[in-house]
């Protein structure tokens, strides 16, 4: 039961009666009648408990996106409902400070009908956010007092990483298909696929020509080249301590995701094969064995609910398994931080075996307001943050030059920057001849 403030009110104006009628018999006069309404508000309200509740509508949405959820009431008296209701969801499920009106709404649902309602949610995090409950407020016909009941309707929204980095896709598209050939004259790089014969042009490399080939025809063939097909990638994200750091906005973790997401969409289009492993001192996510279009959705999925573990890395066994996804050459991919302590004692033990059998790559999302803080000389205290900030980034950069001392290659750049340097790389790996 909860009684409404209409009736607070009329409790309040009924004071002023009992001051004028001291005694039982001002009270009476105010008490009885209010009980009365009371009373009669409660046996006319529709039953609560008897309402039949069910859900339909999204069940997914890109972090940054709304998702509608649709809440059908359906009251099976013979009393019209006149009810208020609350769908509680995680408080991350709204904007701050929208909660409390998004969630409420007030409806009528005449006797055996039924109404349907739509809550629009706007997540601020990843992951699975459940239904909490719906609670009802049946209000009687005079407004002084409501049936209040919940209610377990159960539905999950999965908010997916946001892929703010597909943008850059189209342009890296271009440059793969400038190395595929189909807009631009093949060169030959160290390590690339034979593809085709044509004629020759002048300006072309003359140790292309295929002499054989041009004593069978009637003009100078030349070869051409495209970068290999194939070649397997391991992604593997740090989801230790790490990876809970803030870079700018965002939580390192969801840069390095970012940049995985546009990485796996570039190499999928380039014919190559994309597997996932994140890892702290177990595994958390894998993707493995997707091919085609299964590959980026499977790998959304995966990531949408993957926090990171304020643990330390077991770089040991992060090795081992890497190395047991990742039986044949492949690149290996490791978004992991630079910072030196962990890396000297986790990471550069380890890299050896790694780099004994496949190419390495390094990416790490660096913190943008370091060469914010390097820039102030205005105040004292800016000087001191700008050593600070210098004495930061010397440390890094020492730090990738051990790993590129290893043979690894090491991409460094600030969130916003981190997925098209990342697929930059990969793009000059490939044309290389080095994947």
Do not use: C
């Amino acid at each position: 039961m909860a009684l409404t403030g209409r009736t607070a009110l009329i409790a309040a104006l009924g004071a002023l009666v009992v001051g004028l009628l001291p005694g039982w018999h001002g009270v009476l006069a105010v008490g009885l009648p209010l009980l009365a309404g009371v009373l009669y508000d409660l046996a006319r309200a529709a039953p609560v408990r008897a309402l039949r509740l069910t859900r339909d509508g999204d069940t997914s949405a890109r972090l940054g996106e709304t998702a509608e959820v649709r809440l059908t009431v359906t009251n099976p008296e013979g009393r019209p409902l006149r009810a208020e209701l609350r769908d509680a969801w995680p408080p991350s499920s709204w904007q701050p400070g929208t909660a409390f009106a998004a969630a409420r709404h007030r409806l009528t649902v005449p006797p055996r009908e039924r109404r349907r309602l739509t809550t629009t949610l706007h997540p601020t995090r990843r992951g699975d956010h459940r239904a909490v409950r719906v609670t009802v407020r049946s209000h009687g016909p005079l407004g002084l007092a409501a049936r209040q009941g919940s209610h377990e309707v159960p539905w999950t929204v999965r908010v997916l990483p946001p892929f703010t980095s597909r943008r850059h896709l189209p342009a890296k598209l271009a440059r793969l298909r400038e190395l595929d050939g189909r807009t631009s004259v093949l060169t030959r790089g160290e390590g690339t696929e034979f593809d085709s014969l044509r004629d020759y042009v002048p300006g072309d490399d003359v140790r292309s020509i295929d002499w054989r080939a041009t004593a069978r025809r009637s003009s100078v063939a030349v070869r051409t080249w495209r970068p290999e097909r194939d070649r397997h990638l391991l992604l593997v994200l740090d989801t230790g301590r790490t990876s809970a750091g803030r870079v700018g906005d965002v939580p390192r973790l969801d840069a390095a995701m970012d940049a995985a997401l546009l990485l796996t969409a570039l190499a999928n289009r380039a014919g190559d094969r994309v597997d996932l492993l994140a890892f702290d001192r177990e595994v958390r996510a894998s993707v493995r064995g997707r091919t085609g279009s299964d590959v980026l959705p499977a790998t959304v999925a995966a990531l949408a609910a993957l926090e990171p573990r304020l643990v330390e890395t077991n770089t040991s066994a992060l090795a081992a398994t890497a190395l047991a996804r990742a039986p044949r050459q492949s690149l290996l991919v490791l978004f992991t931080g630079l910072e030196a302590a962990p890396v000297e004692a986790g990471l550069l033990p380890v890299l050896p075996r790694l780099t004994e059998r496949h190419a390495v790559l390094v990416a790490a999302a660096a913190d943008p307001r370091v060469e914010a803080l390097e820039s102030g000389r205005s105040t004292v205290t800016a000087v001191y943050e700008a050593a600070a900030a210098a004495h930061h980034r010397a440390e890094r950069q020492q730090t990738a030059q051990r790993l590129r001392g290893l043979g690894v290659t090491v991409v460094e750049a600030t969130p916003s920057n981190l997925a098209p340097a990342l697929a930059d790389a990969y793009l000059t790996l490939k044309a290389t001849g080095r994947l």
